[in-house]
């Protein structure tokens, strides 16, 4: 068990709806303007952008380069490219293609909106616009800049990233998977990206190996826990507090932690995961209680 003092549930909520209007004050600064030509693309990329997202991703990059001393100006415009290349996703996954989801945080999804090209395009142009960001704001040496690039590219990509988790994701669907395979899937599709966030932030604020090496063990076993509970809410949730389409996992026999393993084991398996993801914090102390604290509020959160 690990010895720090996380924060309370109602402090990490307070927390991160301070995050996510830090983030989207960047945001807004660096998206084109809705009146910008060609406007239809950017009504697009600021429909996605601003449906309301937690802004989870650009919080843990925060904390985790707080806890090294890295400064909130840089981390922050850090965190808004890595919501750039969250939102792409979405617009990407929701797709008639792909998931075929109408529904996206309460608001119909992009290509529902704007049609399937242009949320193509718009995710697209998201995506592209992330790395512009990372290549011309990063305050550290070009050298943590590229590395900085070089995680982030590897954690959306085929070999063990985002891609790679959703191509699998699409090709066991209506199929008998295992717990290895899903296993791949929830590891590469979601927990890659995430723990990619907090590395960046540690990267950033210069974390030694050693350091890097503690985050990383925390971002994995997190980043497997939050979707492990998100399988949990597509069949336990409220439509209506999670803003997305519930039961299809179920009906479209996706490969999910319930359906290998049942309701409660895999309630007990994400609470194991963050047990371990925080107990790889504890040299940090009271510096990682809101690492902690988060990590904490993923298992019970309800959205």
């Known amino acids: 068990m690990t010895t720090n003092n996380p924060l309370p549930s109602e402090a990490v909520r307070a927390h991160l709806d301070q995050v996510r209007l830090l983030v989207d004050a960047d945001l807004e600064r660096l998206l084109p303007s809705v009146e ?19 802004r989870l991703r650009p919080a843990l990059c925060l904390e985790a380069g707080r806890l090294f001393g890295g400064d909130e100006p840089g981390l922050l415009r850090l965190g808004s490219a890595l919501e750039l290349i969250h939102t792409y996703s979405l617009i990407h996954d929701d797709l008639p293609a792909l998931d075929n989801d109408d529904l ?34 990063s305050r550290r040496a070009p050298e943590a800049k590229l590395r900085l690039i070089h995680d982030l590219a590897h954690a959306i990509g085929t070999r063990g990233g985002m891609v ?26 979601t927990g890659s990206f995430l723990c990619a966030a907090v590395r960046c932030g540690a990267i950033y604020a210069g974390a030694s190996e050693e350091d890097l090496g503690r985050l990383t063990t925390y971002g994995k076993k997190v980043g497997l826990a939050f979707q492990i509970v998100d399988d949990l809410l597509d069949v336990l949730g409220s439509q209506e507090q999670m803003g997305k389409t519930l039961g299809k996992d179920v009906e479209q026999h996706k490969a999910t932690y319930p359906a290998v393993h049942g309701i409660e084991p895999s309630k007990q398996a994400a609470r194991r995961l963050i047990e371990e993801g925080c107990a790889a914090l504890d040299p940090y102390g009271e510096g990682a209680q809101t690492l902690v604290g988060i990590a904490q509020y993923l298992v019970v959160r309800t959205s």
């Open 164 to 189: 790679g988790g959703q191509i699998i994701d699409l090709e066991m669907t209506g199929q008998t998977a295992d717990a290895a395979t899903v296993d791949y899937i929830h590891s590469a599709k």
């Open 36 to 54: 910008e030509y060609p406007e239809t693309i950017h009504k697009a990329m600021r429909y996605s952008v601003f449906a309301g997202g937690k």
């Open 104 to 137: 996206r945080r309460g608001r119909p999804t992009s290509h529902c909106v704007f049609g399937e090209a242009t949320a193509i395009l718009a995710g697209d142009a998201l995506l592209t616009l992330a790395f512009e960001v990372l290549s011309n704001s």
